[in-house]
């Protein structure tokens, strides 16, 4: 099996990536940053055009089109946001990263996924992170507006890292794109037979009364496993009146519009059902995270005097050069 | 019943899978993610940008795993995204707590006053 | 009285050994279980008196206990005496190693081998504890506290070790008692381990004994490895050994394995070591830094005869052997005479003493070559007793004289009040050490010289031990008349600030700096109290008592002569002798067993009888020949260091010494021997071990250091790796990754994606 796209090509991409973030980290020279943008650019240009061309080529295999937008959006943003110097700024680009993959996740039809990421992510996890920037960070002072820290200014080992990286990232593509294409897409019928709703006898019922299909006397058949009678195949409920003991089968040209397991019915019955054990642990975990924050942050670190005061000077040394030379004369 | 009508339905329940040369696309912007997480982890010396790196490289974890569950079929792939949304969480609260605590000892958010390791 | 045992008839002059046979497999009976009480009460006062050095004691309680434990067990040991019917038993005790390998077992219970020879040495044993624990309690005195309690610790354990020593039933037994009074002795001869001297004569008491331990080891190595056992009982009746006697018996040691022959000569290195004999002597002098309580008990009485006992014990092995004997007897008659010439010449009397010990254990061990076990046996008794008493005297003026041992600053104290009974015990122990006639001594070594002059082969043993004792006579009663004859006069020991003038409420009235040469007037003797004077008023009767024991006590039936004689062949160490008198007179009454032709293991019979002494029987002749000696030996020290002396210091004696040149010094500095030892012993065994000690240094540690340095260096390259930095890990982590993914990826590849 080929690759889904040239290696040449892919490699090509890798190369104009790590080039493009090597130069686009922070660092002394500005320059360089507006010379990596554009390799970024170029890159992500390059790989959207190569795989849009391949995809076309293919009849069906041509996906959504908001999904180069998607895309696109998400891995500048996630560019910008290792390359940008100020925290909050990347945590902004970080939010628009968040939010052009939850732009994908409802291309690939995952709604509440969708909705819970963009709520729980940019709304909880990087609102608190945006505080903690805040509360970590000196603001700047009016006479340096463009200062910025030693510590986001330059970056760490930059060339070597984007290096590593895109090696990581050419080989990782190399293997999926190699492997990706013996992996047979299951068929429907299968599933469709595996509906959820043989599950979910209770939210069947409910329905089919709010239809009026169902008298207060019935209720759903179930099958000795406990599932419903209902043939999804064919279309058909199975309903018995407790009162007489006699059933009667509503057809397929009784079935209700509305009688569909839409994508939160599935997402919340495997998760009760397949993961209870797995939820448990989460909900430990996130005990835990919030005992361990509140310890953490609770904790009051004595500094010695001296140590705080020579700090305090290096800080405002290093802030602002001008101020040594000024005598504090203590004018009130 | 006919066919059709059944398909139809189970279009309506379960849309059709990925076909696997657009699950590549997916999984290519989700490594492509990953990487620059990565790439941002090891070169930004800002204590927090390095935890939202994380949390980059966790988004681009779930992303493969919405585009995988929408391949199979299933739900699990989205079940494991909650999952990878409560550890970044509990990773955040633990993070930033520890970054405060940190950034208390040395008024400084650089890892780079943290070597005491060092051999 | 008591009857032949297994061994007795066999050892017996008796050509016939038909009863050899039937008695040889006899079963040993199993004695009653109070026996184990003589082991056990020492013991006992010793866990005691730890107790009572944990708890803080401060009474003379240790003391109390030690006496009445070592006194009970003397007292049981008469009640076993009493009761003992002449056939040995076993008391068992418990089961401690039982080894069982294939066909052969070894055997070594915690029992007791109870027989006439083990009654007769626990009898002085359990007795001289007693008194001396008596004396100690006294004489320690001034260390009460944690020391005393630390002194009478080791003094129970010192009683219990003697006591499995001499009862033990095996070779196993006797060696846990043997390195149990050597670490006794250790521990009491350092008792006063501030002092350098003590520490250092412990050490070398220690260390010499450890020579002769590894003989012992080794000798009871070679028993179980030949005789497959290691229980007295078992042995001593076993076949192999009684052909080995009775080939021995006519001269022929060819029929006798060399390794049977070698047991005795390592059995004898350890009883060379644990008796002070040549060349090993040399710990013995030293160890009189220790307490005199423990020189007396110790290293006079008892546990220094434990060489002589274990001879004694294994006596058929060592006659199975054709040069352990003469060994014996000679290395004996070395020892006596280089100690009395070396005693000769000290001045400390606690010195002079310690020599006349080794003097005198020559002379039992020359007794026991020259075949009279009965005689050496004899001498162990009548010397523990008379030695004791005199250590304890010594003791005493030691105790009395703040230290004073030095026989040129004490003189008259015959005439210092309070002092009489000390005199009177020197007296007679002075007598009988010289052998002066009708004294114990006189007899037991009289005994000795006898039969030495009557087994064919030893006459020049026999001339030499008479000399040592004139020489024996002559310095015996050079401390007696030095000390305490003549006019009075003493100087104080260096002990004087300590305790003395406290015990007479005397405090502040001397200045320690006056030593030099005041008199009564500054410095009080401390007189001995009633303990002291009690224990020598019983010893000094005990010392006239053991006289009483060379006429009585022998019997027809096991044609002994006198107790000591009865005890001894009654046991393991019976042996007739078929020379001389003996003989002779047996085979007049008994020809039947006792022929006089016949063929002995030392010679020709017949030539034995052929050597009579200046015209007359040997033993008759010995009693006028070594009485004569002996007063020649006491005038001879009454001319030189009484007639017409003045002062303390100076005597007739210090010109004629002059005369004989460096001899005098000489033997004052005990013919150099310590110095030869360094020089041929010590100092190559030191330079050999700074030699291996650098090799170790430079060449093991080198290597060590070496294969320790590999890896530092190696550390020292990739060191800078371990940067502390958070982010290089990172880096690090996912190049690995990236390799990691390169490596299974290439592989997949290769392998095909199927």
Redesign the interface.
Known sequence: ?DT?ISPIALYLICVL?AVG?GAA??RRNKASEIVGGLLIAASVGF?TLV?AL??SE?E????NFF?YPF?IL??GA??R??THPR?VY??LY?IL??IA?CG??LL???E??AF??VI??AG??LI??LF??M???QAPSSASEEFI????A?????I???G??????A????????????????P??T??QE???VNLPRKVERLLEREGLITNTERLVRNEDGTAAID?????ITLENTDLGTTRTLE?DQWPETL????LD??G???MH??PM?IEI?GI??L???L???V??R?H?ELEDDLKAA?ARK?GESMNPEMKSVPETGNA | MDMTHSVQLAQLAFPDAVPSITMAHYLFVSAAMFVMGLIGFMTRKNMIIMFLCTELMFQAAGLALIAFGRHHLGADGQTFVIFVLCVAAAEAAMALALVVLLFRYRETLSSQAWKELNG | MINTTLLSNLLAFAPDTHAAADHAVTEIGSGPKWILLIVGLPLLSSILSLVYAIIGNKTKLPAWTTVAAAGTAFLCTVAMYMSFDGTPYTVHAFDWIQVHFGEKSMIANFSFYIDTLTIYWMLFVTGLATCIALYASEYMSHDVGTSYCRFFGAFGLFVFSMACLVMGDNFLMLYLGWEGVGLCSYLLIGYFYKKPEAVAAAKKAFIVNRIGDLGLALGIYLIFVHFGTLEYAVLFSDPTLLSYVESAKTGDFSAIPTIAQWIPLLLMIGAFGKSAQFPLYVWLPDAMEGPTPVSALIHAATMVTAGVYLIARTYPLFLASESALPIVAWIGTITALLAATIGMAQFDIKRIMAYSTVSQLGYMFAGLGVLTPTGGAYHVLTHAFFKALLFLCCGAVMHGFAGQLDLRKLSGLRKVKGWGIVFVGMLFGCLNLAGFPLTAGYFSKDTILAEAFVTPGYSMIGWILLITAGLTAYYTFRVFFRVFMGPVEYHPGDELHDHDHDDHGEEAHHDTNEHGDHHSDHFHPHAPGWAINTVLVILTACSIAATGLYFVGGDKDAHTKHYADTMVSASTASYHSNYGKHAFEYYEKDPEHYPVAGVGPRGNIDKALEMPIVGGDPHKMMYYISGVIGVIGIALAWFLHLFGRTNAAECKMDPIARMFGPIPKLAENKWYVDEIYWAILVSPLRIGSHILHWIDKLLVDGLVNLFGLLPRIFAWIIRPSQSGVLQGYAVSMAGGVAILLLVVFVMVMQGGLS
Do not use: C, W
């Open positions: 099996m889904i990536g973030i980290l922070p790989g795989l391949r995809a293919i069906g295999g041509l996906p999904f895309a998400a891995l996630s560019a946001m290792i925290p990347s945590a970080f990263t968040i993959s994908m996740y690939l039809s995952a509440f996924m819970a990421l729980i992510y909880a996890i608190t992170y903690v920037i509360l970590a960070t820290d030693e510590t986001d330059v970056s760490r080992e930059p070597l890292a984007a590593i990286g895109f090696v990581l990232l080989i990782l593509t190399t293997a999926m794109f190699r492997g990706i294409g013996d992996l047979p897409a299951p429907d019928e599933l469709a509906s959820v709703l999804v195949v064919n279309r058909t397929a569909t397991a839409g994508n599935r997402l019955y495997n998760l397949d993961h797995t989460a975990i996130l835990m995270a919030m361990g924050a509140t953490l942050a904790k670190i700090q800080l």
